[in-house]
């Protein structure tokens, strides 16, 4: 489907599609922001956990490091895939653009 109009009205943005497709409500009004810089995923057969955190360690010289976890998003392995998909897309052009992100 490719995107015809978007508007945000109201705390709600609002996609249209092609005219075969339904029109999506993407209602914002209770949505919460959160940093991280630290993730964690864990899986079941049933379930994809994914912890989000933030290590605010300033001197790696004391006695271990804490991260403070804050939210779990969890999900069915098909939404997990799905993200998974739209990640690696999303990566692919940031290089594309601003260059290889090296990772350790």
Known sequence: ???KEKNDVNGVAETKVQAAGPVIHWDQAKMTTTYANVCNVSSTREEVSILFGTNQ????E???ITV???DRIILNPYAAKR?????????QQYEAAFGILPID
């Open 1 to 3: 489907m490719t995107q």
């Open 57 to 60: 360690t300033v001197n790696v």
């Open 62 to 64: 004391q006695n271990g």
């Open 83 to 91: 993200l998974a998909h739209i990640l690696t897309g999303v990566l």
């Open 68 to 70: 403070e976890l804050t």
